[in-house]
């Protein structure tokens, strides 16, 4: 049998904020497209709770 697959935990206070200021400081540096668009990636697929 599998085994259950547990619920993608969301992003909170500190953590919450330290993600998405590297999502900016992305935005603004140049860094390589390949890893923009895997922090895009991780980005869009997490739900963001802002306290």
């Known amino acids: 049998m599998a ?3 547990k619920d993608t935990p969301i992003l909170r ?5 330290r993600f998405n200021n ?6 603004k540096n ?3 497209k ?8 991780i980005f869009k697929s997490v739900r963001v709770v802002e306290n």
Do not use: H, N, S, W
Request: proline letters at 4%; zero cysteines.
């Open 3 to 5: 085994t259950k697959v």
């Open 13 to 17: 206070g500190k953590d919450a904020e």
């Open 22 to 27: 590297k999502m900016r400081e992305a935005d």
């Open 30 to 32: 140049t860094i390589p």
């Open 34 to 41: 390949k890893e923009y668009d895997r922090m895009l990636k």
